[in-house]
């Protein structure tokens, strides 16, 4: 069955296609690993760990109605406060198909999720890898929201003394 007709029937589902699609999308420029919650993992941490474009990365994946525990909201925020780049993508199955929605972990989540803020992600879109095409979840939202993100990390003076 083709991806824009395959309904994620959970979050693991999801974020095997996510990896997947973060691949397709910034083929070369990033490199991401699930991360398992263990008794040896810490508490919180969000599903994907990795960098895109060089910058670290945590993304907190969530299915339509599921909110983040308390602490993944305290693990996304110490990756903020730290100069990483964290963010949290949900999924949502509509009458026209795939819709993710990207939300930096700056948004509060304090009385759940609010889609007000965030951005819609539409669909899917084919790319072109090694002269095969390949179908994955359309990502384009989540680097303009990296770009910001640089950019105003670049312009706060606490961030340049660190580096």
């Known amino acids: ?58 993304i907190e994946l969530k299915m339509w109605g599921n909110t983040p525990s308390s ?35 700056a948004l509060p989540f304090s009385t759940g999720l609010s889609f007000k803020n965030m951005l819609p992600i539409a669909g899917v879109r084919k790319f072109e890898m090694g002269g095969r095409e390949e179908w994955g979840l359309d990502l384009s939202h989540l680097e303009e929201v990296l770009d910001k993100f640089v950019v105003s990390m670049s312009s706060n003076s606490r961030y340049l003394e660190t580096k």
Not at 49 to 54: N, S
Not at 71 to 91: E, P
Request: proline share 3%.
């Open 1 to 58: 069955m083709p991806l824009s007709e395959r309904r994620f029937k959970n979050e693991t589902a999801f974020q095997r296609e996510m990896q997947r699609s973060l691949v397709l999308n910034f083929h070369g420029r990033c490199s991401f690993m699930k991360t398992h919650g263990s008794q040896y993992s810490v508490k919180g941490a969000p599903d994907l760990v990795g960098h895109i474009h060089g910058v670290y990365t945590g």
């Open 71 to 105: 602490d993944q909201k305290k693990f996304m925020k110490r990756l903020a406060v730290s100069g990483a780049f964290g963010v949290y993508i949900v999924y949502e199955w509509t009458s026209m198909g795939h819709v993710t929605y990207v939300a930096p972990t």
